[in-house]
């Protein structure tokens, strides 16, 4: 969201780690009141981490040309999740703006060839640069051998609270 601020490409929103495992277990009234000021029909581009437990993808809702993407570094697909983020924003719509948001001609998504990773801890990072690479409107690049790079480029930019291009 910074990022995107600093750099004028687009309108992002992000949603915390929490929101996607909340919206599976819990339903969409258990988190309405967490977008109270943000309307997220104003922006152009929503990240949403995705934790299964022992692992990490991210998501993303595309107002621009209106499809939700699903991105795994370890290749699988996740139905479930594209639908209830579909069914998220008909339910947002409905609570924040009092009418259904028509979802009919939307798109979803699970992504593939894009990097993929080639151990069993690095799918943090991965989703944390699909995150980076997709809000800028980057093409992704990167693979498994630039991890170590990025995880101390993360370090540096929490420690020093300043953003590297």
Not at 6 to 23: E, I, R, S
Not at 51 to 70: E, P, Q, S
């Amino acid at each position: 969201m910074e990022r995107s601020k600093q750099d004028k490409n687009m309108a992002v929103y992000a949603f915390n780690t929490f929101f996607y495992p909340k919206l599976i277990s819990q339903g969409y009234n258990s988190l309405k009141r967490w977008t109270k000021k943000v309307d997220i029909f104003d922006k152009e581009f929503l990240l949403v981490p995705i934790h299964l437990g022992i692992h990490w993808c991210m998501a993303t809702v595309d107002f621009r040309d209106r499809t939700i993407r699903y991105y795994n570094s370890m290749e699988s697909e996740n139905n479930t999740c594209l639908y209830a983020l579909l069914n998220y924003l008909n339910e947002e719509s409905l609570d924040k703006k009092k009418k259904e948001y028509d979802i009919s001609d939307w798109k979803t998504e699970n992504v593939k060839d894009i990097p993929q990773q080639m151990n069993g801890s690095d799918c943090g990072v991965f989703s944390c640069m699909f995150a980076e690479y997709l809000s800028r409107n980057a093409k992704i690049t990167f693979s498994q051998k630039d991890m170590p790079y990025f995880r101390r480029k993360m370090v540096y930019e929490i420690l020093a609270k300043r953003l590297l291009q």
